[in-house]
């Protein structure tokens, strides 16, 4: 049998015009498809869970404390490229911020700041349960790293102290 028939057809059965013409519609409509019900699909092979990671931007001047007092973060959605995260700040903290000093006798001592202070955000967001590395918006999520809190209108860059996936 002949690959492309007398009649120009492929194998004698379609016209490569309307073979490469078929292909592309199928591919439009499981693109559709995927755009449609492709979020269901990954929540039922790996569920969702719960997220809560701690971020400390240590020793912040008390202007930027004053701002995070000002704008109450307390409940702000978190933005990446212009676009609300399914991620919230749901508690922000003001703690002392603790510096090592020399006494008179040479001893190093943990002595608290009197103007800065450590900014606390908790954020709550969403992940599948089996993710290998969690991420927020397109930053990933691991203690130790440095993670940039950004809201609609406050962004500071700080450290990623603790992260909890599920229960």
């Known amino acids: 049998m002949k690959l492309v028939n007398e009649k120009g057809k492929l194998f004698g059965i379609i016209n490569p015009v309307d073979l490469l013409a078929l292909i592309v519609v199928i591919v439009v409509i499981v693109g559709i498809a995927w755009q449609l019900f492709g979020n269901k699909v990954t929540e039922v092979v790996s569920p969702n869970v719960e997220m809560t990671t701690e971020v400390i931007v240590s020793g912040a001047p008390p202007e930027l404390c004053a701002e995070v007092e000002r704008q109450n973060l307390v409940g702000q959605k978190l933005v990446a490229t212009n676009n609300y ?13 603790a510096v090592q000093v020399q006494t008179a006798d040479g001893k190093i001592v943990n002595a608290t700041d009197p103007t800065k202070k450590n900014i606390v955000f908790d954020i709550s967001s969403k992940v599948a349960r089996d993710t290998a590395s969690p991420k927020i918006g397109n930053q990933d999520v691991k203690a130790g790293r440095t993670y940039l809190v950004k809201t609609q209108a406050f962004e500071v860059s700080g450290t990623i102290y603790y992260v909890k996936i599920g229960d």
């Open 85 to 97: 995260l399914d991620a919230t700040i749901t508690d922000v903290r003001l703690v002392d911020y």
